[in-house]
């Protein structure tokens, strides 16, 4: 099967700083992921569209100079939070598309910020 | 603007019996639905994914109905068990590959 791993599991960092998530394809090609919010109790929100040699998509209301999105290979994909705030805490969830119709999700991030 | 609804938001219910998870989305013109399961603090388990052609999908105790024109989708569990406890999660995919997550049911099945 298709597996998607991400790093960290789990972060806490101090506010002002930034943190690098990685998401990556283990056993698949994907040129395009997605990576996902989703706050306590809420449903998972779309942030971004990365495409693997150019520039990633953001939705709307989402900040693309604080959430830095690369996709330089076609198995890893960063995040990086920047100058995060505790309002940034949140659940981070990758997806990796193997074919047009195929997404698999990786574990999440908790990104916790203090 | 495509919105996806979960009801009801949380349920328990012992062990054995059957149960029906339901989601509504408001635009029809979906290209898939997909039942995922996110066990607290973990990512998501894919359970079923039905293409807009079909009508259900069934993988063990579990059945996952659309019906598009009304914009709903059941997921069943059948005779369900304390392993079964987590929040369930529908999401639509409109046809541009992302997915549109309702707020999830979370299910709690006793012992």
């Known amino acids: 099967g298709a597996v998607v791993s991400q790093h960290p599991s789990w972060v806490i960092c101090k506010s002002g700083t930034s943190v690098k998530i990685e998401c990556r394809s283990l056993d698949f090609q994907a040129t395009t992921m997605f990576w996902y919010r989703q706050f306590p109790k809420q449903s998972l929100m779309l942030m971004a569209t990365?495409?693997?040699?150019?520039?990633?998509?953001?939705e709307q209301g989402v900040e693309k100079d604080k959430f830095l999105i690369n996709h330089a290979s076609l198995t890893l994909s960063t995040l990086t939070v920047t100058s995060a705030h505790p309002e940034d805490s949140s659940f981070y969830i990758c997806?990796?598309?193997?074919?047009?119709?195929?997404?698999?999700f990786g574990p999440g991030t908790r990104l916790t910020v203090t | 603007k495509q919105e996806v609804t979960q009801i009801p938001a949380a349920l328990s219910v012992p062990e054995g019996e059957n149960l029906v998870l339901n989601c509504s989305f408001t635009?029809?013109?979906?290209?898939?639905l997909q039942w995922f399961r996110q066990d607290p603090g973990k990512g998501l388990t894919s359970l079923l994914l039905?293409?807009?052609?079909?009508r259900e999908q069934t993988s063990g105790r579990l059945n996952a109905s659309l019906d598009k024109s009304s914009g709903r989708s059941t997921l069943y569990i059948a005779a369900s068990q304390p392993g079964d406890s987590a929040t369930y999660l529908c999401?639509?995919?409109?046809?541009?590959?992302?997915?549109?997550f309702g707020t999830g049911t979370r299910l709690k099945v006793l012992a």
């Open positions: 997806s990796a598309e193997r074919e047009p119709d195929e997404q698999y």
């Open positions: 990365s495409n693997e040699g150019s520039k990633a998509t953001y």
């Open positions: 999401a639509v995919d409109p046809g541009t590959y992302k997915y549109i």
């Open positions: 635009d029809s013109a979906i290209y898939n």
């Open positions: 039905i293409q807009s052609s079909q």
